[in-house]
């Protein structure tokens, strides 16, 4: 183990822009979380490690009781599912643009993997529903949206004081979703936010921060505390912790579309604010990735809907509109709706994020007093509580 009082190194990696956040003083993790959320309940020990030894390869049947258990919610179990932007189906489909290859031309770059580049994201887009939240707030009493956003923000503020990359962020909002989808009554957000921002860096960042860095915990439990919420995350999502990220799809689509970086990190500012709104948690990430970038697009008029990006999003115009809109909305209605979480504002105000967060927005085409969400049928769906149950 790497002792806590040793000095470590962690590169700035901002993905595609190659300028690294302005160097200042550092602030503490968790500092002002406390002052936000209470952390007065003891973790139960009810839901213990997996102990299960390995078993043969072989076909496993598992009982119905045993398959509820799992935190993951398939296709069947939502009854509007049908409602959503279906993406194109690759194996069928006519191409858009069949003269452009972009990941021919980035073949022999090694960081770009044009080889599987493509089936990558196809991966990443058949995994999109198994890791759908859902509404989980009646499980947490003491969760609510306002305090879920607080974490959020507090999520923003760590990744830029432990300077990791923008993955670890949207790792650690998803996460932390999904831990709340599969418990139940949980107080201790601070320790589970702390806990889920260091596996998520373990997953994404060399140097991942230490329980020991977020001094704000008690010093005698801190360490103790983390490390229990770290099994107990890994135990609940099975170790399938590798998440479509929308961070990911967007960078996928503003490199193929050949946009400029003050695009792309508009598209980031639009696409970081809706993590605070609880929301657009179950929207698709890569739905959430093109609406943000469509949004952008329109904001600086660089263009609008490509063959290009529907060629390598699967996404039509049509099927992206309706969520920009929302989200142009939803940006307009930020300050009204969580006026203390202005982290994310603050951060796309400096000039080496091009101070997008001044940009002007669209003209909202929604009524100023229309609660901020996703299009209908994007929304939280029903869910069969027969099919679906957790075990805490």
Known sequence: MIPANTKRNINPTY?????????KNKRTGLTDLSNAISST???????????????RVRPVVRAKSEERKSFRVSESTYESDSELPTRL???????????????????GDPFQVPEYA???????????????????????PQLKKIRRAKVIDWFVRCQEDFEVNHEVLYHSVKMFDLFMCASRNMEQFDYIGAAAMIVAAKLDQQGPPLPD???????????????????????????????PLSYRFLRRYSRTGGLDMQTLTLARFVLETSLLFYEFICVPDSLMAAAALLLSMRMI????????LIKYSGYK????????????????????????????????????????????????RRPRNEPVGPPIGLGFASINKSKLTFED
């Open 15 to 23: 993905s595609d822009d190659k300028n690294a956040l302005p160097k």
């Open 41 to 55: 309940l003891h973790i139960s020990s009810k839901a213990g490690e997996n102990t299960e030894k390995p078993r």
């Open 89 to 107: 189906d690759q194996t069928i489909w006519m191409d858009p643009c069949p003269d452009f290859d972009y990941d021919a031309r980035n073949r």
């Open 118 to 140: 493509v089936d990558i994201f196809n991966y990443y887009h058949n995994r999109e529903l198994k890791f759908r939240p859902f509404d989980y707030l009646h499980r947490h």
């Open 213 to 243: 860095d977020f001094i704000n915990l008690p010093l005698g439990q801190r360490v103790k505390k983390v490390n229990n919420y770290e099994r107990k995350i890994l135990t609940a999502l099975k170790c399938d912790i590798n998440f």
């Open 301 to 308: 008029k660089t263009g609008e809907w490509s063959t290009k």
């Open 317 to 364: 115009l049509e099927q992206v509109e309706p969520l920009m809109w929302r989200l142009n909305h939803m940006m307009k209605m930020r300050s009204k709706v969580y006026p203390a979480c202005i982290s994310i504002e603050e951060k796309y105000s400096h000039p080496i994020f091009y101070n997008v967060a001044d940009i002007q927005l669209l003209p909202d």
